[in-house]
């Protein structure tokens, strides 16, 4: 039954000003030329491989940027450009912030529970607060408007607010989220158990991270398990081992992924070990699915003598969809960086060899624009598990089909600079030009109007 992914569309301001840290590719790549244009397009087509393996497409378009609503909280005032201007003079760091097109690594927007695991039987979405980093901390409001207009029968949907920015409730979205299921198939009708990962917990006793912050709050998952209802038997709770946060593992689909019935995990990736966590995920499964033995989960262990951390985070291995076909079969969905890099390519053949899991094959996409920014194939998209009446009450005008993208590709043409650097962001035209898209945007998607400049 229907799994819908909703990606994100790269915005026209995507540009390498090395805002997260933490994140080893954003760093190193910060004030290099980066190519809006070829970056949404290599996003877009991206989506439509997806799509053409008959699994249900949909998009979420860029938010506002620069973003301006902030500049004037922040003190800035007069005319909009005149806001970004004076900006661009006094804080060249600020305006970047509010200029990032981080938005369209769609893992981040939301934690999503399929009416099936609900207690309610309706499907619960929490937009995450983002509020570890501040370039990221202003897109929630944006997000819970575009969620309510794609999502807005509550007869099926909820839209819960994100949690509060303060306290121990940093909350990254479905980053730390995997749901998993005792076959192969990650529908809206199969239960599963929704295994959340976190950085952090309160008890100052539990190591931490040295280097590089922790985003995920332990406070955080447990507040949206129970928000949406979920049963207790059916949330597994495992930390990150801080050690991979500090080699750029920012969150948790960096070093782990998985879909139904597979788990594919670094052996680094959580305090304690896989060993420990396959356990608990084995005892959480069969209480969840009233099965005493037997359930169907495969654990997928990649050694760190065969993939080092460095170089998962390097080619993002675990940063790829895996996702299940209609014939029942799984392909991981990995970018072009594994198939280049030898010990990668060795490891992706080794698991599509393997008899004892359902992954079939490989399909690798070039999304180098977004790579070399932090995020790979799994950023770029929202996973929400439907069945197919709910597939049938959203809103329709988000979903990929032929003649719609043919439209987005042409918006991106028309609208999208080929090249764009830190310092021209400064140009008043661009956030003018901006609008001017995202209102088309809108416009084509039916989304209604959730932008802060179209609300007045």
Known sequence: MPELNLDGIVGPTHNYAGLSLGNVASSLNQ????????????????????????????????????????????????TDEAVVQRAAREDPSLLACVSSASAMWAANAATVTPSIDA????????????RSMFHRSIEPPTTTRMLESIFADESCFVVHAPLPPTGPYGDEGAANHTRLTNDVSNGGDTPGVQFFVHGVTTDAALPRPRHFPARQ??????????????AGGRVVHAQQ?????????????????????????????????????????????????????????VVARVRRDELSVVDAVKTYLFNSQLLTLPDGSMVLVAPHECQEHAPTRAVIDRLIADPSNPLARAIMLDVRE????????????????????????????????????????DWVDRHYPETLTPSELADPQLLRRGRDALDELTQLLTLGPIYDFQRG
């Open 119 to 130: 207690e309610d039987r309706r499907v619960h979405f929490t937009p995450a607060n983002l």
């Open 241 to 297: 081992n801080p050690d991979v946060i500090d080699q750029g593992v920012f969150h948790n689909d960096v070093i782990s992924v998985g879909n139904g019935s597979l788990l594919l995990v670094h052996e680094d990736a959580f305090v304690g070990g896989v060993s420990a966590v396959e356990s608990a995920l084995h005892r959480a499964l069969e209480a969840a699915l009233g099965t005493s033995s037997g359930c169907g989960l």
């Open 31 to 78: 004030g290099a030329v980066s190519q809006p244009r070829r970056a949404a397009r290599q996003g877009l087509e991206k989506m439509a491989a997806v799509a053409a393996l008959g699994i249900p497409q949909g998009y979420l378009p860029p938010h506002e940027r620069p973003h301006v609503p902030t500049l004037r909280r922040l003190g800035f005032s007069g």
């Open 370 to 409: 977004s790579m070399r920014n932090g995020g790979g194939p799994a950023c770029l998209r929202l996973r929400v598990p439907l069945t197919e009446h709910e597939l049938s009450r959203m809103n329709a005008g988000v979903r990929l089909t032929a003649e719609r993208h043919a439209r987005v590709l």
């Open 217 to 230: 709050d332990l406070s955080a998952s447990l507040a949206i398990a129970r928000s949406h209802g979920i």
